[in-house]
């Protein structure tokens, strides 16, 4: 998408802190952390939530998921992380290109377990 700030980052036309890089997506450091660790994984394809995500750019997302499991130990994510997508307007979803939040290093709050 020509407007899309995340498709702007995976093209190297907006700076960002990349921790992970491969052919189906990034990780960077979230501009506005929630946690004392907050990353972003992004896919490199770009479609808005998981409703409108096809085949194939459902085994995109599953090989990042699956990739973001042997990354714990370089991110820093060895005594766990919690994953949040926001999908729409009403959950908080900002930047209309799919993305998973990573956060951690700290225990989350139990309200939320």
Do not use: W
Not at 7 to 17: A, D, Q, R, T
Not at 20 to 40: G, R
Not at 60 to 87: D, S
């Amino acid at each position: 998408m020509e407007n899309c700030i995340f498709c702007k980052i995976i093209k190297g036309e907006i700076p960002s802190v990349k921790l992970y890089e491969n052919d189906e997506m990034i990780i960077i450091k979230d501009v506005a952390p929630q946690a004392p660790v907050h990353y972003l994984m992004i896919p490199k394809v770009h479609f808005k939530t998981i409703d409108e995500m096809n085949k194939e750019q459902s085994e995109i997302l599953g090989r990042c998921f699956y990739t973001l499991g042997g990354l714990k130990e370089k991110l820093g994510l060895e005594n766990g992380y919690r994953l949040i997508m926001n999908q729409g307007a009403d959950a908080c979803q900002t930047v209309p290109h799919l993305h998973v939040h990573i956060l951690a290093g700290k225990k989350m709050e139990e309200k939320m377990c």
